[in-house]
Each structure stands twice: as structure tokens, then as C-alpha cells.
């Protein structure tokens, strides 16, 4: 199984940016599987933010971040990243990373992914 590690959550003013890190240390297989980044805010369901697949050459988003987060992958490191850019408080979330082997499935939707790291909490506030 994998296992994965998240990294670079914190908190930040609106408009501000960080980058979260999601790495594989288990080193089972990480450049088979595509990878998501997922969010939950407190009494809400769990939401597809951004995906990638296993090569890094299909990428995909919510509406809400586009053109605002960019999700990218380095399998030699067995890492994959998501920038974010232009921080609003809706973004406000504990942001998970997930790992599925995704073949005709919607890589946004959870149930697609079957190893999750423990999740980073990223605070937008001024």
C-alpha cells in the first residue's frame, strides 16, 4: 500500500500563496497511480480540488481554483505538489492527498482513490 505524507499547510492572509507537498514514503508504485488533492472544511463533504495523472500529463480542477492552483508531480522524488496562489477564505480546509489507479472513473470524485495521507490544514484569514 501506499503511504503518504503531507506537508506546507499553514496559515496565510487573503490573496497569499502556499505549497503543499504529498510524498510517498513507502515507494510502492507512486508513478503508477494518479494523484488528488482533495479538501474538507468543518460540516462539509469532502471535495475534488485538483488531479493529476500518473504521467503529469493531464491535470484537472475544481471551477473554484482555476487559474489560481496548479497541481504538478515529480516522480523521481515520489512527490507530488499543489501551488496556491491567490488565497481566499473559502479556501479555508484540512487538504488531503490521495492516490487511485483511475481508469475511466471522475478523478475529482473521492471514491476513485484508494490510499490517503492524513491531511494538512490551510488557514485563510486576515
Known amino acids: 500500500a501506499i503511504e503518504m505524507v503531507e506537508s506546507g499547510g499553514g496559515s496565510v492572509q487573503p490573496g497569499g500563496s502556499l505549497r503543499l507537498s504529498c510524498k510517498d514514503i513507502?515507494?510502492?508504485?507512486?508513478?503508477?497511480?494518479?494523484m488528488g488533492w482533495f479538501r474538507q472544511a468543518p460540516g462539509k463533504e469532502r471535495e475534488g480540488v485538483s488531479s493529476?495523472?500518473?504521467?503529469?500529463?493531464?491535470?484537472f480542477y475544481t471551477a473554484p481554483v482555476k487559474g489560481r492552483f496548479t497541481i504538478s508531480r515529480d516522480n523521481t522524488k515520489n512527490t507530488v505538489y499543489l501551488q496556491m496562489d491567490s488565497l481566499k477564505p473559502e479556501d479555508t480546509a484540512t487538504y488531503y492527498c490521495?492516490?487511485?489507479?483511475?481508469?475511466?472513473?471522475?478523478?475529482?470524485?473521492?471514491?476513485?482513490?484508494?490510499?490517503w495521507g492524513q491531511g494538512t490544514q490551510v488557514t485563510v484569514s486576515s
Open positions: 490521495a492516490a487511485g489507479r483511475i481508469r475511466f472513473g471522475d478523478p475529482l470524485e473521492p471514491k476513485e482513490y484508494n490510499f
Open positions: 513507502s515507494r510502492f508504485g507512486f508513478s503508477y497511480y494518479a
Open positions: 493529476i495523472s500518473w504521467s503529469g500529463n493531464n491535470t
